[in-house]
């Protein structure tokens, strides 16, 4: 039904404009959060390369609870402040990981995991969800990673709410 381009580059700022309008166009006209958030995690997992795990945490009330995601099973709840999710929700700020055995509380729900990228997802001045990437090489995020899923995340926030 979504005949999506399957991603022809390896340029990250080509890769995140593609996934971006890719995004954008499979969200644009859909209002269930569940449905957008399992489409994201789909389109993350098939654009971007070396990920072995994609998808959402929601904030449903003080805690971060699974939500759509591409990859093995996961831990479910997630508290404020703890791991590399609990803190990106805390704080609001990105988390870029390098090396995830070296983040003090690092929560390992696939032992494969080397490196991660976390992005709380604001709306209406609250955090409701984080996007989180991981990945089992290490450093695979940088700035062009943080840049590009910051720009995928305002976009869909209002779309995931
Ligand atoms: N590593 C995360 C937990 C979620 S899984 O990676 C899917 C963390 O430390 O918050």
């Known amino acids: 039904m979504f005949d999506l381009k399957t991603p022809s580059t390896t ?6 404009a593609d996934l971006l309008s890719a995004a954008d166009a ?3 006209d859909e209002p269930d959060a569940i449905a957008n958030m399992a489409n994201l995690s789909a389109l993350i997992w098939q654009y971007l390369p070396d990920l072995n795990w994609a998808g959402f945490y929601r904030m449903i009330g003080d805690e971060l609870v699974l939500g759509p995601f591409q990859g093995k099973a996961a831990c479910i709840r997630i508290a ?3 791991g590399v999710c609990g803190t990106a929700a805390a704080t609001r700020e990105t988390q870029c990981v390098e090396d995830v055995h070296a983040f003090p ?4 729900c696939d ?7 976390v992005v709380p997802v604001i709306h209406d001045n ?6 989180d990437l991981d990945s089992p090489i290490p ?3 940088d700035s062009d990673d943080v840049a590009g899923l910051d720009v995928l995340v305002a976009l869909i926030a209002s779309r995931i709410a």
Request: charged residues 25%; hydrophobic residues 55%; glycine residues 6%.
């Open 80 to 82: 404020l402040g703890k």
């Open 139 to 141: 450093a695979r995020f």
């Open 126 to 131: 609250r955090v409701i969800a984080v996007l």
């Open 26 to 28: 499979l969200t644009r």
């Open 105 to 108: 509380g690092h929560i390992a």
């Open 111 to 117: 032992a494969a995991s080397r490196s991660e990228v």
């Open 11 to 16: 340029d990250k700022a080509a890769l995140y």
